[in-house]
């Protein structure tokens, strides 16, 4: 079974550093993946961790603590175009390729 | 490079019409390949999953069916539309050796409303 937290909405001004947590309960959890989607739009990858510890890149970073269950992930210098969802989306290793999304968690940025 | 299509981009439907919506990824072989559905505001539920052709694993009991025809086709049926089937149908493919990345690749969407 499973089940994802994460807050529903954020809000944060330009320039600014958010954090987006994700807590799951995964059986057999493998990996996590953040994905962030546009109003209408497709959802595009971000980021991916299977180990812990904290992944970079450019102002995304994502952190993984598999003891913990627990990840998030870090937009610094916010900007106006950063403002849209984000989704973690765990996967379990039986059902390796499969991710199960939560409901997201829609960002504001403010000018 | 990898191109992902899907069509059509909007449709309405009146309830207990077929539905068909077609997907294929260019570029590639052998893809894995997903069908989402994602209602107003909702998060993204996974409905099938295909690791090759006439493969098709259903994640949910629902009004839907999904048919891989051709290797980079995928194809989502329904024989009787529901008011419930109404959501934004996102189809989805990786590569065949990369079920651990955790990275998928989306195309635009289809969005249905059934009336």
């Known amino acids: 079974g499973q089940s994802l937290e994460q807050p529903s909405e954020v809000t944060a001004v330009e320039g600014a550093i958010v954090q987006i947590n994700c807590t799951y309960q995964t059986s057999g959890f493998y990996g996590l993946s953040w994905y962030q989607q546009h109003d209408g739009g497709a959802p595009t990858f971000l980021s991916y961790?299977?180990?812990?510890g904290l992944e970079e890149t450019g102002r995304f970073s994502s952190f993984l603590s598999r003891s913990d269950s627990y990840g998030y992930l870090l937009l610094q210098e916010l900007q106006m175009k950063d403002s849209a969802s984000y989704f973690c989306a765990p996967m379990r290793g039986s059902t390796l390729g499969r991710l199960y999304f939560g409901r997201g968690t829609q960002l504001t940025v403010w000018p | 490079s990898q191109t992902i299509h899907q069509w059509p981009a909007t449709l309405v439907q009146p309830v207990g019409s077929p539905l068909s919506l077609e997907c294929t990824v260019e570029?590639?072989?052998?893809?894995?390949l997903y069908w989402y559905r994602q209602a107003a505001g909702r998060g993204l539920q996974l409905l099938f999953y295909s690791v090759g052709i006439g493969q098709i694993s259903s994640e949910v009991p629902q009004n839907l069916s999904a048919s891989r025809p051709q290797d980079r086709q995928f194809i989502l049926s329904s024989k009787k539309l529901l008011l419930s089937d109404s959501g934004f149908y996102l189809c989805?493919?990786?590569?065949?050796?990369?079920?651990?990345?955790?990275?998928?690749?989306f195309g635009e969407g289809s969005r249905l409303t059934v009336l």
């Open positions: 961790n299977a180990l812990d």
């Open positions: 989805a493919w990786s590569p065949e050796r990369a079920l651990n990345t955790g990275e998928l690749f």
């Open positions: 570029g590639t072989s052998n893809p894995n």
